[in-house]
């Protein structure tokens, strides 16, 4: 994790800008379980959250790309009801780009908890991640995968959605 500026609205409060893999998210044509995922944190101070960028590895099918965003309880690891929620229509012109999600303003306290899940029922993208391994595992959080047959999920310390958190200056 490293902590950049981002411009002149926001800046950047955490970065994990490495990927490896992909996360594919939304609907496979021809399989009845849309795929899920998302990403676990530690704030790493306080601030007003404006949006979480995620870089597009591949677009297959576009559509419309949905995110909710939670505080999260890691010793349960369970999610808070949503606090926020932001969508995007990609298109294949946004491959190998980041992706932008405005949030509405959600404050966030240094060492807290929090996630986004991001889904879609139309489109299908491939999300950058970065996979780790047993020597070096995300301090700062875990990578989250589930379908729609097992909403509950499962979360990954080896892995990691490449991500910006941008709060307002």
């Known amino acids: ?29 021809g399989h009845d379980n849309d795929q899920a995922g998302g990403q676990v944190f530690t704030s790493p101070s306080d601030g007003e959250l ?25 010793g349960l690891q369970k999610w808070g009801a949503p606090v926020a929620e932001a969508e995007v229509d990609v298109q294949p012109e ?17 060492k807290q908890e929090y996630g986004f899940q991001v889904y879609s029922a139309d489109a299908m993208i491939g999300l950058g991640e970065a996979a780790g391994n047993s020597r070096n ?4 959080g875990a990578a989250w995968k589930t379908d729609a047959a097992n909403r509950q ?14 709060f307002r200056v």
């Open 50 to 74: 404006h949006s979480i960028r995620l870089y597009a590895d591949a677009i297959p099918q576009p559509g419309l790309l949905r995110m909710s965003f939670h505080q999260f309880d890691n």
């Open 94 to 110: 946004d491959v190998r780009n980041w992706i932008s999600f405005s949030l509405p303003p959600v404050r966030l306290a240094h």
């Open 153 to 166: 999920g499962y979360f990954y310390h080896y892995f990691s959605l490449a991500y910006e958190l941008v």
């Open 137 to 140: 595992p995300f301090e700062a």
């Open 1 to 29: 994790m490293q902590t950049t500026s981002a411009n002149s609205s926001g800046r950047c409060a955490m970065v994990q800008p490495v990927f490896n893999t992909v996360l594919w998210i939304g609907h496979l044509s």
